[in-house]
């Protein structure tokens, strides 16, 4: 059925591992199999591989490797940030559903954003409370690819930590970032960034998928979600991946290196397929921020179409894109990203997420832009939008 | 500095992945790496398959694919199941440091075990209350190798059910076991344990690290430790681990295709080391339950030497042992299965921990033997014990 060859647009919801990154794992599973909390010379070697990994991995985000807690997946790392506060939790509306669930095991508010998807540094300083102790917005939001200004959301965070030094109050004041659909895209240099805590996943990024990693400043006091053995700092219990470590550091370390020369293949690709797009289709919606947007990222809306049914047609043709974000159980709802940012249900519901990557090159782009003007037109003469 | 070969005998700290469990798990890393919550075919294709990698292992488990949950681990299956009770857990004084840092989060009494490690189901039915929820016993010791009578302990939790139905109390009693040292060397059949919970880890058995599961039964209710898109019904969120569930499927089904043939094989190599160390060496303390005890594991102590040297010197001629678990961070303390069990401090600081597997031949134990037999010499004579 599936004779077409494969075109991947939707690298947002999972990456292949890289050969390379596949070679540098394997001796892990392998021949270098031990148990890093074993005594022995091999196992010790093993340790000091996994350590290496996570100092390579240190250096790309600017932080001490013992500042890194690795877990199983970014869903897992927003989980250890948000349940190790206690107090009022500010996020938005538009974030992973991850965070959206760890957050309301809090007393909490979700921000609005903006019809691009853009979240105000000031909607955050109204949220703000007294005991407001942590805030989580995502580096680019994984449905819009709209590119958050977290420096400005930190300054806001920075003036209501001043207010609480001068009138005594003890209660800190976080930052926490998930970046998991920027890295190899843009930069993640925390101090730049403004955070005090941020999420990457692996398999966003040609790694394992599985891999992820919560980075917090040393003065962010962490709870564990899993007890035991006391690895991880005692932080994250369990017998370490170490295969998957030594793969994520691979994959990122690799990604960030080619970051700016991949990030502007990526916007030149998607710029020729949204404009290819945006020609045949005046009246499309192109959503998100369109000054500050991921390069990899097209998100278009074509009214009074089922997305469903184009994406179906598309697959037919090899053209493999997404409605929405994959990481969500509950499929045939509409996305509540699309809702908060005010999109009508008849533009929300023709909607398609394109993300680019590795996998991406002219010819993809080519053919993708082929396959989906003859499939919207071919709908849209269907049900007589034309 | 480590130019002899090695003669691995720590198989219950890790064991490689074997070559088949690599092969069968790579096409999920590079060609099959699609997110299985995608709606378009290949993904389809990718959920089905990892559905299927589930059912195989629900089959040696007898148990339904639905009712397991995969988790990155052992150490989070276990927290799994004791975070979602609430009441009182009896559990022993052996169980590995998952279980009593879990249970400690909870009222909790931790029994005793005799003098082999076995723990006599008189002390969990001496221990339980009227509000006891959870009691969870490992299969075997992971020290020790103690196998534990399970069957009678479910006989004793289910005279305390009766009690609880004929006095209308509804609070329900589960029994769960971690399974983790057993697979590919004892029967997995849930029913056959009698147990409503199990807790099986990959890494143990020939699989991949940190990918484990919690098999629960359908009337345990299961509270999520990480929430998030909702994968595995709710309970554990986060892209599921398509290349490490299959890799885990495969590695335990082909464990528990050979376990009758490979466990009377390692018996044999284990009862074979056993004699050659007894022999040249009758002041030696072998634990466990010599009538239940896991046909790889042999757990020796030579009283007034020091284990750490041992290891050491035995290193140095490529023959890695334990000293006690490896999962466990606080490394140079005593080991409180020994402690627990009533040994005495200078026997306890003399012992190995010896755990036979596939990298185990006849050779192998005949090195081991040799290279034991003239360490052990050599430190008596060095500290007059001899």
């Not at 947002?12 to 599973?29: G, K």
């Not at 980075?215 to 932080?235: D, K």
Request: proline share 5%; charged share 20%.
């Amino acid at each position: 059925m599936q004779s077409a060859p494969i075109t991947y647009l939707d690298h947002a919801a999972a990456t292949p591992v890289a050969n390379f990154v596949v070679a540098a794992m394997q001796p892990y599973l392998t021949d270098q199999f031990y148990n890093p909390s074993s005594p022995y010379a091999p196992a010790i070697r093993v340790r000091h591989d996994y350590e290496t990994a996570k100092a390579e991995i240190a250096a790309v985000l600017g932080v001490k490797p013992d500042e890194l807690v690795m877990t199983a997946g970014a869903t897992e790392s927003i989980n250890l940030i948000i349940t190790s506060v206690s107090g009022h939790v500010v996020t938005s509306s538009i974030e992973h559903q991850a965070v959206l669930a760890a957050a309301a095991t809090h007393e909490h508010t979700f921000v609005q954003p903006d019809a691009n998807g853009s979240i105000n540094p000031e909607s955050i300083t109204q949220a703000l409370r007294p005991d407001t102790v942590l805030v989580s917005i995502a580096l680019a939001n994984n449905e819009l690819g709209t590119i958050q200004s977290l420096k400005d959301i930190a300054m806001a965070l920075e003036a209501e930590r001043e207010r609480r030094r001068i009138a005594h109050e003890p209660m800190p004041l976080y930052f926490h970032t998930d970046a998991s659909q920027c890295a190899g895209l843009l930069d993640l240099h925390v101090s730049r960034l403004g955070v005090d805590a941020l999420t990457l996943n692996a398999g966003k990024v040609y790694g394992p998928k599985q891999v992820g990693l919560l980075w917090a400043a040393n003065y962010v006091r962490l709870q564990p979600v899993v007890v035991g053995g006391g690895q991880e700092r005692g932080i994250r219990s369990g017998t370490e991946n170490v295969a998957g470590t030594i793969g994520f550091a691979k994959a990122l370390t690799v990604a960030d290196q080619h970051r700016k020369a991949e990030a502007a293949r990526l916007h030149q690709l998607r710029d020729t397929l949204r404009a290819r797009l945006e020609q045949a289709f005046p009246w499309a919606v192109i959503s998100g921020n369109p000054k500050k947007q991921l390069p990899n990222f097209l998100h278009i809306s074509f009214p009074g179409l089922d997305a469903e049914r184009l994406l179906f047609a598309l697959e037919t043709m090899g053209v493999l894109v997404a409605t929405g974000s994959a990481c969500a159980a509950n499929k045939g709802t509409r996305s509540h990203v699309l809702t908060a940012i005010g999109m009508p249900p008849e533009v929300a519901d023709g909607s398609l997420r394109i993300s680019l990557g590795k996998l991406t090159d002219q010819a993809a782009v080519d053919r993708a832009a082929d396959c989906i003007i003859s499939v919207v037109r071919a709908e849209s003469q269907r049900v007589g939008n034309l």
